[in-house]
């Protein structure tokens, strides 16, 4: 299961960010940004807002533990077509792949 800092921490390698440029946007430390990258601590809301904001995600998908979901938001959140069609194209063919499993004898 994902934590909230480790979706920040997804989203802001995926954006090409480092954690001092991040922090600087977000005008706190670059270990303050670290340690609530590591869980070890946790941003107010009007901070866990201003990540996503600079990250160009809904504060929703931050708190959220699906892999999946985190995966779809991160190539969105990067406008990469052929990464999104690769994406999708896997998870069709894992849902195929589950549905053959059902009707075999």
Avoid: Y
């Amino acid at each position: 299961m994902r934590s909230l800092g480790s979706n920040i921490k997804k989203f802001r390698k995926s954006g090409g960010m480092t954690q001092e440029c991040l922090a600087k946007k977000l005008g706190i430390s670059k270990i303050h940004l670290c340690l609530i990258e590591t869980g070890k601590k946790d941003p107010s809301l009007s901070l866990l807002r201003d990540i996503a904001e600079k990250l160009k995600v809904e504060p929703s998908i931050l708190l959220s533990n699906d892999d999946k979901w985190l995966s779809i938001q991160s190539i969105l959140s990067q406008h990469n077509i052929s990464s999104i069609e690769t994406l999708l194209v896997d998870i069709l063919k894992e849902l195929e792949r589950g549905s053959q499993e059902k009707v075999k004898p």
